[in-house]
DNA sequence: ATGACTTAGATGCTAAGA
C-alpha cells in the first residue's frame, strides 16, 4: 500500500497537478492539507474518475484537511477530543474549532492527516495555540496507542516545526521566529516519547518538504522540512521505502509543499508476528 | 521601497501562509 501526504494549497488550484500525480505514482492513499475549501465546494469529479473516493473536514477558505482513496475508508474522525479552538469567543465563551485534523482507517492502518497551526510569531496568540494544539494531539495519540497497541498508526501531515537545525536552509534567518523555537520542538519531541518516529528520515536523510514562493527560494533551495510521517512501532515495521517528491514544486502553479510517500508491506506485518497462522 | 508570491473572499483590498 503506498500512502502519502500533501499540504496541496488549495486543491481547487491544484486539482489537475494532484489528480494526475496520484495515478502516475501509484498513490493508493493520499492526506491532503490546506484544501481550501468546504466540502460543497470540493472538486470531486477529477477524483472520483481517477478511482478515488474522498473524504474531507473544510469549514472555509482556511486550512482544511482530506483524505484521496481508492481503498475503502473507514472510522471517520473529524478532529480529536479536547482539540483547541482559536479566534473569537462565542456567546458561551467556546473558540471556533478549525478543520486541521482528519482520521480514516485503511486496510487496518490508522491514518491522521494533521495540518498544524503555523504559529505566526512567538508569543502571538497563534503560538499559544499551536503549542496546545501539539500538546492535546499528542495525549490523545499516547491514548489510543495503548488503548491499539498493536494497530499500525501514522500522523501524516503539515506539523510547521523543523524539528532539527539542518531543517532549515540557514538556522540565522529563523532566530526568533517559529517552527525551530525549543518549545516548539518540545512539543514536536513529545511524539517521539510517546513511541512515534518520523518513518521518512531514516530512508530520505536530506531533504526539504516546502520552499516559499517569494525570494527565489525554490530555485536557491533555501526550503524547510515540516512535512512528516510520524508512524507507531507497527506501522513503522511495514514500511519498505519513503521518497519526498521534490518534482511536484517546478512546474506551473505548484504548490509551495510536496508530497512526502511511503511504501507499505501489509504482508510483512503478518510474517514477522509471532501469533500469525 | 519594510516588498519581492499565492490563495480565497468580503475583491480592486485584506488575511494568511512559514
Known amino acids: 500500500m503506498r500512502v502519502a501526504t500533501w499540504n496541496v494549497n488549495s486543491i481547487r488550484a491544484r486539482v489537475g497537478r494532484v489528480t494526475e500525480w496520484l495515478v502516475r505514482e501509484d498513490i493508493d492513499v493520499v492526506a491532503m492539507q490546506e484544501i481550501k475549501c468546504r466540502e460543497n465546494q470540493f472538486p470531486f469529479e477529477p477524483f472520483t474518475e481517477a478511482g478515488y473516493d474522498v473524504e474531507l473536514h473544510g ?3 482556511w486550512n482544511g484537511v482530506a483524505f484521496a482513496s481508492r481503498l475503502p475508508m473507514e472510522d471517520l474522525a473529524v478532529g480529536f477530543e479536547g482539540v483547541p479552538g482559536f479566534g473569537k469567543p462565542d456567546e458561551n465563551g467556546v473558540l471556533p474549532s478549525e478543520a486541521r485534523a482528519l482520521g480514516v482507517t485503511v486496510n487496518g492502518v490508522r491514518l491522521w492527516s494533521l495540518y498544524v497551526p503555523n504559529g505566526r510569531e512567538l508569543g502571538d496568540p497563534h ?3 499551536k503549542l496546545k494544539w501539539l500538546d492535546q494531539l499528542a495525549d490523545q495519540t499516547r491514548g489510543w496507542l495503548a488503548e491499539h497497541p498493536d494497530q499500525p498508526l501514522a ?9 532539527l537545525d539542518t531543517d532549515v536552509w540557514d538556522l540565522s534567518v529563523f532566530e526568533g521566529a517559529t517552527h525551530v ?3 516548539e520542538r518540545a512539543a514536536f519531541s513529545k511524539f517521539e516519547a510517546i513511541g ?6 531514516p530512508l530520505v536523510p536530506t531533504g526539504y518538504t516546502y520552499w516559499d514562493y517569494k525570494q527565489l527560494r525554490f530555485p536557491r533551495n533555501e526550503g524547510m522540512r515540516i512535512d512528516f510521517i510520524m ?13 519526498i517528491d521534490r518534482n ?11 508530497p512526502v510517500v511511503v511504501d507499505l508491506d501489509l504482508d510483512l506485518e503478518d510474517d514477522d508476528r509471532p501469533m500469525a497462522l
Open 155 to 163: 500522523l501524516m501531515g503539515d506539523w510547521n516545526v523543523a524539528p
Open 181 to 183: 523555537s525549543p518549545p
Open 127 to 129: 503560538y499559544d495555540y
Open 231 to 243: 508512524g507507531s512501532a507497527p506501522f513503522a515495521s511495514l514500511v519498505t521505502d519513503a521518497r
Open 59 to 61: 469549514l472555509n477558505q
Open 196 to 201: 512515534l518516529s518520523d518513518v521518512v528520515r
Open 248 to 258: 511536484e514544486r517546478k512546474g506551473t502553479a505548484p504548490s509551495d509543499h510536496v
